[in-house]
């Protein structure tokens, strides 16, 4: 009997100890470093610069930074990626990335195997150059290169940490398809319909050559589509609200923001 009652009461003690963490002061050191590597935070109002502050401070006691190749983790390595995957939990959904442990981050692009099936009995190996991925069970890879030229390029539609941490979002249900936990069962027939409408129009557009507004690796698979728009939401609002409204307003009900105020 004491263990259920445990169990029972560990949703609300961790909500507690969280309520806590948020409350904490935020560094001065700390919001020097996200006023300089997120743009859009000096164009937030108090309320939601105090909101993204608490979120940082529970990613950064929740979860583990490891410095890989020889990379030394810093607090501005530590604090940027908190900040900007803080982004995505602004909706207040309660949840702080539940199935990630541990944050790795190399200097620049790192090498990984992947084996592929080429015939029924035949698989090869090769090494692939990637700047960041999030398909592992438990753990999120990063480029602080990649990332810096992410903080000096914003609004170009590309940033590793939204687009790693989009895919967290999407896991969270269990699999990799394009689709977060959404807030009520009546939202995940209009979110298919959009995204799927969208899914396809995409690959259209780029299997014909038109400029696109989202990068053409959002035709790689659902789930890959979601990271991208989630990119593209954040980094060009105004351009994503012109040509994909009906997306857009998806994200704006899913992510309960509107960047277009930001820029």
Request: charged residues 20%; contains cysteine; positive net charge.
């Given at each position: ?7 029972w ?36 109002p108090q ?15 929740e979860?583990?930074?490891?410095g890989?190749?020889?990379l ?8 940027t ?69 992410d ?9 590793v ?8 979002l ?9 689709v ?5 069962k ?46 593209t ?11 994909h ?19």
């Open positions: 009997m004491v263990i259920i009652a445990l169990i009461l560990m949703p609300a003690l961790i909500k507690l100890r969280r309520q806590a963490i948020k409350n904490r002061p935020f560094p001065l050191h700390s919001e020097a470093i996200v006023k300089q590597n997120l743009i859009y935070y000096k164009h937030f309320t939601l610069r105090t909101r993204l502050q608490g979120h940082i401070n529970v990613i950064l006691a979860k583990q930074f490891i890989c190749g020889g030394e983790i810093t607090e501005e390595i530590k604090v990626i908190a900040a900007v995957s803080a982004l995505l939990l602004l909706n207040e959904r309660g949840e702080y990335y539940p199935k990630l442990h541990s944050i790795l981050v190399y200097p620049s692009a790192y090498l990984v195997k992947q084996v592929q099936a080429v015939s029924n009995y035949v698989v090869q190996e090769s090494k692939v150059v990637r700047l960041g991925e999030s398909w592992s069970k438990d753990q999120i890879v990063l480029s602080w290169s990649q990332i810096k030229y903080i000096e390029n914003w609004q170009d539609g590309h940033n940490i939204l687009h790693e941490f989009a895919h967290q999407d896991s969270e249900n269990g699999s990799f398809n394009g977060p936990i959404l807030e009520h009546s939202d995940y027939a209009s979110w298919a319909k959009v995204f799927t409408r969208e899914y396809q129009q995409l690959i259209k557009n780029v299997g014909r050559g038109a400029k696109t507004v989202m990068n053409e690796y959002g035709t790689t698979n659902p789930a890959e589509f979601f990271a991208v728009a989630t990119e939401f954040f980094e060009k609002p105004k351009q994503m609200a012109q040509h409204s009906a997306l857009y307003n998806q994200l704006t009900r899913y992510y309960k923001l509107e960047p277009r105020e930001w820029i």
